[in-house]
């Protein structure tokens, strides 16, 4: 099967051709950031963001054609994120899909963002099911077990901010430009880690719910007192910031890792991480630290396909193409869908 994929759910507008789901191969894979659009106000607007995908997918989806050097006649379907996301976005993205689809005469494939994130590993990796994700993102911090295409179970989430949210939040707050994580992280690498001491929240609690407001608040506390703050308190607390969420995520993902056992004790435990905080490299190593400690295998995907990208649109795509026909013609965009309300290819929950 070879797939187009488009993703316009937040702030890249993204299209790509890739082949499976046996001979795996990505094709083309091209993405146009807005972060110049956003980045003077701190965050994405959803209204600029809508109007930048208008303005530029098409370009995008020819540019993916041209790079896979593919017709419409090569392309066996279109495959696109429906949702959860900004809205404006996600219509752009899906209503232009749905489009090229009627006009090529090939099925179209409503995909859910979040599926795309927990596929990518078995795109980029030789793995079965089931295995554990850690999605963490700027819009979702969830551990979920994933048992199939479409069968997916919430293990624990975060219960206020996402970690990329506080990461962005965070900056904000320290005057470092947005997106936050990657200059939190270059800011905590030059940080004394001892300085300050922030909470772990919800560790001292069972189960796998996370919480990260209380931490940005914490922050502020210290912070404000002891402002004007200088450059090099600013490094020690991105660094003490990140060690906590740090902590707290290996703390959790020992538990998941635990429960995995119970659950599965004849599986290899695999635990998997994706999203655009997944590129923190000092998240990636305790992450990688606890899954050694627990015997478990650990996967993450290259970077570009870790953050938003339509490579694992095309490619969640496939793998519900492969357990039979699609058409999602008549499947609405939706702002909020929830993996786990979602069984394969009946996409009746949520509205
Ligand atoms: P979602 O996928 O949940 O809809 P999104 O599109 O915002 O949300 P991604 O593009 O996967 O998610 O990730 C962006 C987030 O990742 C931002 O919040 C950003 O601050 C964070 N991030 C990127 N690099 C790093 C890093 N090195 N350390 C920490 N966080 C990072
Ligand atoms: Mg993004
Ligand atoms: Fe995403």
Redesign the pocket.
Known sequence: LTVLGIET????TAAAVVRGPLQKQILSNTIRSQIDEHSEFGG?VPEIAARAHIEILDRIVAEAMHEADCSWEDIDAVAATAG??LIGGVIVGFMTAKAIAMAAGKPIVGVN??EG?ALTARLTDDLDFPFLLL??????SQFLLVRGVGDYERLGTTIDD???????KT?KLLGLP?????H???MAARGDVTRFRLPRPLLDRPGLDMSFAGLKTALRTQAKKLEPVDEQTVADLCAAF?RA?SDVLAARTRSALEFFQERHPDTEPVIVV??????????RQSLLDAANAAGARFVAPPMAL???NAAMIAWAGIERLRQGPVDDMALSPRPRWPLDSQSAGVLGAGK
Do not use: M, R, W
């Not at 759910?9 to 890249?12: L, P, T, V």
């Not at 999605?135 to 979702?140: A, D, F, P």
């Not at 996402?162 to 962005?168: C, H, L, S, T, V």
């Open positions: 759910s937040c702030d890249e994405v959860p996301g963002h979040l994130h999605l963490v993102s700027g819009g979702h996402a970690i990329g949210e506080a990461f962005d900056a947005y997106p936050g994580g990657p939190v992280e270059k990140q969420i994706a999203g655009g905080v997944a590129a923190n490299q000092e998240i870790c953050t938003d």
